[in-house]
């Protein structure tokens, strides 16, 4: 693909890229709910279910994209799609007396450094690629409470973009998606390359959209694939020289 040599811009996904949760989501929910009616003993073996129980859920729903131009509007719709995946997640799993009040608690939790956090080299990451004046984009699949939470935890003045989902009207891997961060920093395909985790929302997403995708593999889950792809974001400076 024919990427340049120094990429103008490089967008980030945000989820499992740039920000990572402190708990597993069974753990955070468990415990929040203790404090609204949890009808059962905490333990390790009920954060286990719930979190396979949460897993199964969110990849019933669609992803978080609606076409409403009122934002308050999509703050609802939003809401109501989150908390139609918390109560699957519990249904047949746990019983909470006060759902109402547990929901409530858990979307807002979720919107604080409490649940989140950077993942490690982010910041230095970021604070580099501003020294070396290439702008940084998030493009993701995620609702409305992402911009505040990226200030939150310190990195927003880093960010020339921040494109969600639910706003944007599309989510990854559709390429749109793509050419609304692209249109937002008045940057074409070949200006930029996409870093993200997902082989499908971020890799594939990418390359629909003529943008040079890198994996972004912590793990080294895909060493054999033969894809550009990194363990740590510091890997990322790499990418301006190729």
Request: hydrophobic share 40%.
């Amino acid at each position: 693909m024919g990427a340049p040599e120094s990429p103008r811009a490089i967008f980030f996904d945000a989820a499992g890229t740039l920000i990572r949760l402190n708990e597993p989501v069974g753990t955070i929910y468990a415990r929040q709910a203790c404090g609204f009616g949890l009808r059962e003993p905490f333990s390790e073996e009920l954060c286990q279910r719930i979190d396979h129980s949460f897993r199964r859920a969110f990849s019933r729903y669609e992803p978080l994209v609606f076409h409403e131009p009122d934002h308050l509007r999509i703050g609802k719709l939003e809401r109501d799609w989150w908390k139609r995946v918390v109560k699957a997640t519990f249904q047949g799993v746990a019983e909470i007396s006060d759902f109402g009040g547990f929901f409530d608690s858990i979307y807002n939790l979720y919107s604080t450094s409490e649940a989140w956090a950077l993942e490690p080299g982010c910041g230095e990451v970021l604070e580099e690629l501003q020294r070396r004046s290439v702008r940084v984009a998030v493009v993701s699949n995620f609702d409305s409470r992402l911009p505040c939470l990226l200030a939150v935890l310190g990195i927003a003045h880093l960010l020339s973009a921040v494109v969600f989902s639910s706003g944007a009207g599309f989510a990854k891997p559709d390429p749109e998606i793509f050419y609304l961060a692209l249109d937002r920093l008045s940057l074409r395909p070949g200006d930029c390359c996409h870093v993200g985790d997902d082989l499908e929302d971020d890799w594939q997403g990418a390359i629909r959209a003529g943008i040079r995708p890198v994996l972004y593999d912590p793990a080294g889950r895909y060493r054999q694939a033969g894809r550009d792809r990194i363990e740590h974001l510091g890997e990322v400076i790499a990418l301006l020289a190729t």
